[in-house]
T-cell receptor, first 111, second 114 residues
Framework: GESVGLHLPTLSVQEGDNSIINCAYS??????FIWYKQESGKGPQFIID?????DKRQGQRVTVLLNKTVKHLSLQIAATQPGDSAVYFC??????????FGKGNQVVVIP | DADVTQTPRNRITKTGKRIMLECSQT?????MYWYRQDPGLGLQLIYY???????NKGEISDGYSVSRQAQAKFSLSLESAIPNQTALYFC?????????????FGPGTRLLVL
């Protein structure tokens, strides 16, 4: 598969455990944030988003937490499954409707 | 996402050749983007277009050009390919009417320049 995750921080998780992936963003004026999942050989896929007027948002098995004080974003995946193995990266929206993407974290699910 | 398609999916070319990567979308989105991705790095924006008559340079536009032939089509050209343009290339779309910049990506084109 494509080595998108080469040299990325790697989180190894036992199947069934919860995963937490962290992201530090740079621009205090950013007002919208997105988490993407990228499986080997595929394009990034939207998972969940959150606006800056919220500090938590839940989806199906995923929760995003936003801490604007320290400019930190996290993605929690409940009951991690083998299909969750991928690179996860955050994106922040800043001026002129642009997105800035983080480098990503590789998640490896151990059966 | 099947709504955003890219052709070709894989391409091998030689230094100095001109090549074109194509992107089509059926999402009805007005905004389209081209990114490159290198191993261990984040997505880097090459060019973006907010509508058919709008073309803007991104962070790394040197050596690339684009054409927005229609709302649904956005092509990327490498005028004279060089080896350090070997990368994964992604097209993305977004809908300005949502008020957010959620972008939806195509499956990517893997380019190798020899």
């Amino acid at each position: 598969g494509e080595s998108v995750g080469l040299h990325l921080p790697t989180l190894s998780v036992q199947e069934g455990d919860n995963s937490i992936i962290n992201c530090a963003y740079s621009n205090s004026a950013s007002d919208y944030f997105i988490w993407y999942k990228q499986e080997s050989g595929k394009g990034p896929q939207f998972i969940i988003d959150i606006r800056s007027n919220m500090d938590k948002r839940q989806g199906q098995r995923v929760t995003v937490l936003l801490n604007k004080t320290v400019k930190h974003l996290s993605l929690q995946i409940a009951a991690t499954q083998p299909g969750d193995s991928a690179v996860y990266f955050c994106a922040e929206q800043y001026g002129n409707n642009r997105l800035a993407f983080g480098k990503g974290n590789q998640v490896v699910v151990i059966p | 996402d099947a709504d955003v398609t890219q052709t070709p999916r894989n391409r091998i070319t030689k230094t100095g050749k001109r090549i074109m990567l194509e992107c089509s979308q059926t999402k009805g989105h007005d905004r389209m983007y081209w990114y490159r991705q290198d191993p261990g790095l984040g997505l880097q924006l090459i060019y973006y277009s907010f509508d058919v008559k709008d073309i803007n340079k991104g962070e790394i536009s040197d050596g690339y050009s684009v054409s927005r032939q229609a709302q649904a089509k956005f092509s990327l050209s490498l005028e004279s390919a060089i080896p350090n343009q070997t990368a994964l290339y992604f097209c993305a779309t977004s809908d300005s009417s949502t008020g957010t910049e959620t972008q939806y990506f195509g499956p990517g084109t893997r380019l190798l320049v020899l």
